[in-house]
Structures are given as structure tokens and as C-alpha cells.
């Protein structure tokens, strides 16, 4: 490949499943000596905007059939597309078998992802399966020495800034730059085809798996000032979050932002009751139920109300302005919310850094979904944790039974350890997270620093007692020692929901029964890396 400075296209091949800004390109390349030739349903729509258009069947001299799985599957078009202009072999072949140059390929495939994420049936997703649409893609792409390619509506208006800019032609960095676009379409398209190929046959692992995403934002940095990094969203696998979220005002969102917004989101979405959560590095500083969202904020708020300051904020109810006036009054980076009224857009419009997330519905807890993680030199592929327990699957291994009250915190705590990160113990009396204990290496810590935290809102707040003294306890995974079960007991915790599997399981429940709490197993545990 030379690197000649442009060329000039003669003749396009235009062939569209989406024909958003397909009359004015049209009417823009005829506009420039640009000869049209399309197929089916494209012909008939440049035709009715006045646009003289070959059909590809006088090119091939075989009309459209098999209910157009085959019209562009052929040497006049493909030859066409990748003969290369610099080989005289080339030039002959063409001569030969009376093929003309194609010069420029608009393309945009069959809506195979929108029908597949519609949950449109076998026979539907199949028949939006495009064959010659990727090839006459790839082809182009191979071929981008002498041939510009075009993969969406979107490039339409660059491709003509570029034939002003240089004179009705190309240069050969635009058509790098596009044929760069299209590997990535087509790599994608098949990526979405083989996913739901592996969900239609149950087979979660291929051989091969094959990840895509769409970028939506490149950001002005990663985790750190140093690091590069884009947000990209995932078209076939839709989920109301962060990711889909509409941000209603507030500064562009970071790479931070995301990762704790997204946190913050799932955890409520768990809950019937109102809810708020209140995120920090991605781990809740509060969490709580309420009569409303205002009351739930006011609770989770209290929990740890210091590490609150800069975090995210999250409700699983429509945003009222009651609510948004409360949370106007701490700094917080994020709100996400299903929906944000009228009356708290109003309120929160004051705070104009404050990003506000509607994302339109809450994120179903039980929805499968699979979670990657990147390693060095390959990644973790897994189910996200959709595990829930239920009042019926508690097992009482103390002598003492939960009451009725402990049994629904328990549940509310367990559910909220499931989103922090392990070693993870949570303290909850009444609905609302007391005490949050994150991350440590040893569960112990992770007890005596949810009791401390406890301990500490209790008397920032004035109260004389603990807020731990009669809450309940959960914890992540087993206790592996009793140690880390009395220091919930030393805290105030009257009542304990943990996994179970340990082979000390009966030295624990011993140490329960010893200081009188109330224990339940779950048989689920809930690591969170």
C-alpha cells in the first residue's frame, strides 16, 4: 500500500437497515458526481427522493432472492470492493469480467441486538442474523487503500466534511480511521450473535467468549489522576443503573462516580420498602428502610453520617423534593433515583456540580447477568450474586429463637452485607444499618470496627448507649473462630445471621448459646472482591 493523499469516490453502494439521514447523504454524494447503487428497500427510498440509484441485480445480472439472503454475494460486487487499484492483474480482471470500481460502502447492518434484547423469538433472531452486510464490510475494510467504508448514520456527516475538505475525495488516514470503525462493528455483531447463541443453548462458558461494548464516555481520567480510561455501556444486555441512567444535571461523571453509583444502585434495587443507600468508595456507609424516602434517608444517613460527606446517594422510589431538600444539605458527588420529581429536580438545580441520575426503573435483584474482572493476561468470568434468603430457609442453631423483629433485620442486614466488601459485618436494628465494618483481612476487625462505628455515630449524636446494644448482626462468610462472634456479642448484638460451613460451626454456635444470642445459618455466602 502506497500512502497516496486521497481519492476520489465515483461510484457508492448504499445498502441500510436504519435510514435515519439516508435521503440528504444521498442527495449529498449525488450532489458530488457520486453514481448510487443499492438494493431492496434503500433503492426504493433514494428512488422516492427523486435520486437516480443501479440496482445491485443489474450489477450482478441475478435478481434478489431467498427473501434477500442473497443479492450482494457476488464477484460483480465484491470484486468490485477489493480489487486493488495498483496491481495491473487487478485492473484486468475487472476489464475482463466487466467489473466496475466501488469506491465507497454504506453499510449498517440487520438489527440483530434489538431483536435479540426485545426477546423476539428463534426464528426472528435468526433472520436478523446479516450475512452480506459484514462482508461487504470487511471487504471494504480489507480494501481501504482505495475504498471508504461507513457502518451507521452517525459517520454520515463526517464523510461529508471530508469530500469538502479534500476537494470530493478521501484521504487514505480517513479511510484507516474507518476501516478501524468497521473491524469493531462487525466484531461486535458477531459478539452479540454469539452471546445469545450461548444463552439460546444454555451454555453459559463457551469455548470462546466474546465481550463488546459500545464507548459512551471517555473520561477525564481513570481511578487516578495517571490512569487513561472510557466508560463503554453493553447494548445487548440492557440494566436500568448507572450505565443506562439519564443524568438530568451535575458535572460529567467519573470512573469513580460510576463504579459507586452503580454499587449504590444494585443495593437498593434489593428492597421493596423504600430505601436509601448511602455509598463511599464503593462500600455503604448507611443503609436504610423507611415509611418513605425521607425517613430512610434520614436513618442510613445517621449510620455513619461523617464517611457520608462526598458519597453517592441512591433510592429505590421516585425522588420527592421533601427527600431532595434533605440531601441537598450534605455534599454528595451522585443522586440515583428511578425517577427524580419536579419539585427535586427544582431543589437540587441549586447544587449544580451534583450529578442526578433517573434511570427509569429499578434493577431486577434476581436477573442473571454475568460479572467480568480483568486478571493480567485473561479475566474472571462469573454469574453477579443473585443469591437471596428467605424467612424459610433460615436455620435457628441456637437455643434461643430470633423473634419476629430480629428475623426481618437479619434478613435487611444479610441483604446489605451481600454488597459490601469482604470481610463484610453488618450491625442493623429496625431497618437501618448501625454499624458497617468493610474489607479487612480478619473478620474480628471487621466486627470490632462495625461496633465501633456503632459506637462512634452513637455518641456524635449524643445518645448515651451504643446503637449496637440490641441490633442484630450479620456477617459475610462463617465465623472461622468464636472470637469474632463475641465481639459482635461485647458490642450489643443480641441476635447473629451468617452462612454456616465451618468446621468449628459447633464452637461458635457454643459461644452463642454461652452469651445468649439468637443465631441463624444461611447456607449462602456472599464474598464481595
Known amino acids: 500500500m502506497t500512502d497516496s493523499a486521497s481519492l476520489a469516490p465515483t461510484r457508492a453502494l448504499i445498502s441500510v437497515s436504519d435510514k435515519t439521514g439516508l435521503e440528504a447523504l444521498g442527495r449529498a454524494l449525488a450532489a458530488r458526481g457520486i453514481d448510487l447503487v443499492s438494493t431492496g428497500g434503500t433503492a426504493d427510498a433514494l428512488r422516492a427522493a427523486g435520486l437516480n440509484v443501479t440496482d445491485v441485480s443489474d450489477l450482478t445480472g441475478y435478481p434478489e432472492m431467498m427473501d434477500g439472503r442473497v443479492k450482494t454475494l457476488h464477484p460483480a460486487v465484491h470484486g468490485g470492493i477489493l480489487a486493488r487499484r495498483d496491481i495491473p492483474e487487478h485492473a484486468a480482471a475487472m476489464e475482463t469480467h466487466g467489473i ?144 443506562t441512567a439519564t443524568q438530568i444535571q451535575g458535572k460529567e461523571l467519573s470512573f469513580n462516580n460510576l463504579n459507586d453509583t452503580d454499587a449504590a444502585f444494585e443495593l437498593v434495587s434489593e428492597f421493596e420498602a423504600p430505601a436509601i443507600a448511602i455509598i463511599k468508595h464503593a462500600n455503604p456507609c448507611g443503609v436504610a428502610l423507611g415509611s418513605d424516602l425521607k425517613s430512610a434517608y434520614g436513618r442510613a444517613l445517621a449510620c455513619d453520617p461523617v464517611s457520608a460527606f462526598g458519597g453517592i446517594i441512591a433510592a429505590n422510589r421516585p425522588l420527592d423534593g421533601e427527600t431532595a431538600a434533605e440531601i441537598a444539605k450534605l455534599f454528595a458527588e451522585v443522586v440515583i433515583a428511578p425517577e427524580i420529581s419536579d419539585e427535586a429536580r427544582a431543589v437540587l438545580a441549586a447544587k449544580k456540580n451534583l450529578r442526578v441520575l433517573a434511570t427509569g426503573a429499578l434493577a431486577d435483584p434476581a436477573a442473571r447477568a454475568m460479572t467480568v474482572r480483568s486478571l493480567a493476561g485473561g479475566f474472571l468470568l462469573q454469574d453477579r450474586d443473585a443469591g437471596r434468603i428467605t424467612e424459610a430457609e433460615l436455620k435457628c442453631v441456637t437455643k434461643r429463637q430470633p423473634t419476629a423483629d430480629e428475623i426481618a433485620d437479619l434478613l435487611f442486614a444479610f441483604t446489605v452485607c451481600k454488597h459490601v466488601k469482604s470481610n463484610a459485618i453488618v450491625y442493623a436494628k429496625g431497618g437501618a444499618t448501625v454499624g458497617i465494618g468493610a474489607g479487612q483481612m480478619s473478620r474480628v476487625d471487621s466486627s470490632r470496627i462495625a461496633a465501633w462505628k456503632a459506637e462512634d455515630a452513637s455518641r456524635a449524636a449524643g445518645e448515651d448507649v451504643t446503637r449496637a446494644k440490641g441490633a442484630v448482626v450479620a456477617s459475610d462468610a462463617f465465623f472461622p473462630f468464636a472470637d469474632g462472634l463475641l465481639a459482635a456479642a461485647e458490642a450489643g448484638a443480641e441476635a447473629v445471621i451468617q452462612p454456616g460451613g465451618s468446621i468449628r460451626d459447633e464452637e461458635v454456635i457454643a459461644a452463642a448459646d454461652e452469651a445468649g444470642l439468637a443465631m441463624v445459618m444461611t447456607g449462602m455466602r456472599h464474598f464481595r472482591h
Open 100 to 243: 466496475a470500481p466501488i469506491d465507497l460502502v454504506i453499510i449498517n447492518l440487520y438489527p440483530f441486538e434489538n431483536t435479540a434484547a426485545s426477546g423476539a423469538g428463534y426464528e426472528d433472531c435468526v433472520e436478523n442474523i446479516d450475512i452480506g452486510g459484514p462482508a461487504l464490510i470487511r471487504a471494504a475494510a480489507k480494501n481501504h487503500a482505495f475504498v471508504a467504508v461507513l457502518t451507521a448514520p452517525e459517520d454520515y456527516d463526517g464523510l461529508i466534511a471530508e469530500l469538502d475538505a479534500n476537494q470530493g475525495a478521501t484521504s487514505l488516514e480517513y479511510r484507516r480511521m474507518l476501516a478501524a470503525r468497521a473491524y469493531a462493528r462487525t466484531a461486535a455483531y458477531d459478539a452479540a450473535i454469539a452471546g445469545w447463541f450461548a444463552d439460546t443453548l444454555g451454555e453459559p462458558f463457551p469455548d470462546r467468549y466474546c465481550l463488546s461494548g459500545t464507548l459512551s464516555q471517555r473520561m477525564r481520567y481513570g481511578e487516578n489522576p495517571h490512569q487513561e480510561a472510557a466508560f463503554y455501556i453493553d447494548p445487548a444486555h440492557p440494566r436500568p443503573g448507572a450505565a
